[in-house]
């Protein structure tokens, strides 16, 4: 059933509530921290992981999320927007962002024989795809202390226990505890 693409890492790198959520019911992460308010811990080890990758994709909301931000962040990456429902990319993020609406499996043999070796997905329903499909190799969740009470979860619906191996987990002075896991599909 799983069916990993040899030579491929698929990673997830994710901020959440103490309560599981990434975001508000409404979509917003207004209670994340900005940059300017973290402590020495800086991104909490995001530069590092996102020079590590060769592309990353995400889905149609966290695309139209991350415009809301302003500068487009991700200069310098290939970045992939999956979508069934929108023709064309913004035009704030022509030339900087491609779509793609055809199945993960494919997407990831075509972004290996294009010479991809580690992709980032980012976004819940992107994240929780690539998870159902047996896709996803490793996840790294940065929990934010805060207690949300309700919003749009990570983890959502899942058929059956997916086994995670530990691999480190980390505390920073703000409180902020990021747990990193590979995943060990049956």
Same mark, same amino acid.
């Given at each position: 059933?799983?069916?990993?693409i040899?030579?491929?890492?698929?990673?997830?790198?994710?901020?959440a509530?103490?309560?599981?959520f990434?975001?508000?019911?409404?979509?917003?992460v207004d209670?994340?921290?900005?940059p300017?308010?973290?402590?020495?811990s800086?991104?909490?080890?995001? @530069?590092e992981f996102?020079?590590? %990758?060769?592309?990353? $994709?995400? /889905?149609?909301n966290? +695309?139209?999320?991350?415009l809301?931000?302003?500068?487009?962040?991700?200069?310098?990456?290939?970045?992939?927007v999956? @979508?069934t429902?929108?023709?064309? %990319?913004?035009?704030? $993020?022509? /030339?900087?962002a491609? +779509?793609?609406?055809?199945s993960?499996?494919?997407?990831?043999?075509?972004?290996?024989?294009?010479?991809?070796?580690?992709i980032y997905v980012?976004?819940?329903?992107?994240i929780q795809?690539?998870?159902?499909?047996? +896709?996803?190799?490793?996840?790294?969740?940065?929990?934010?202390?805060?207690?949300?009470?309700?919003?749009?979860?990570?983890?959502?619906?899942?058929?059956?226990?997916?086994?995670?191996?530990?691999l480190?987990t980390?505390?920073?002075?703000?409180?902020?505890?990021?747990?990193?896991y590979?995943?060990?599909?049956a």
């Amino acid at each position: 059933m799983y069916k990993r693409i040899e030579g491929v890492r698929v990673s997830a790198y994710i901020a959440a509530s103490l309560d599981g959520f990434i975001a508000r019911e409404n979509g917003t992460v207004d209670w994340l921290p900005s940059p300017d308010e973290t402590d020495q811990s800086g991104d909490y080890g995001f @530069s590092e992981f996102f020079n590590s %990758v060769d592309c990353l $994709v995400m /889905g149609r909301n966290t +695309l139209e999320k991350v415009l809301e931000f302003g500068a487009w962040p991700y200069e310098g990456k290939r970045v992939l927007v999956l @979508s069934t429902s929108i023709s064309q %990319v913004p035009d704030q $993020v022509k /030339g900087k962002a491609e +779509l793609y609406a055809g199945s993960l499996y494919a997407l990831l043999k075509l972004l290996r024989s294009e010479g991809c070796s580690r992709i980032y997905v980012d976004g819940g329903k992107t994240i929780q795809s690539f998870l159902k499909e047996g +896709l996803l190799t490793d996840i790294t969740i940065t929990t934010v202390p805060i207690l949300l009470g309700n919003g749009i979860r990570l983890f959502d619906g899942n058929e059956h226990d997916i086994p995670l191996k530990h691999l480190e987990t980390n505390s920073f002075q703000s409180g902020f505890v990021q747990s990193s896991y590979e995943i060990e599909y049956a």
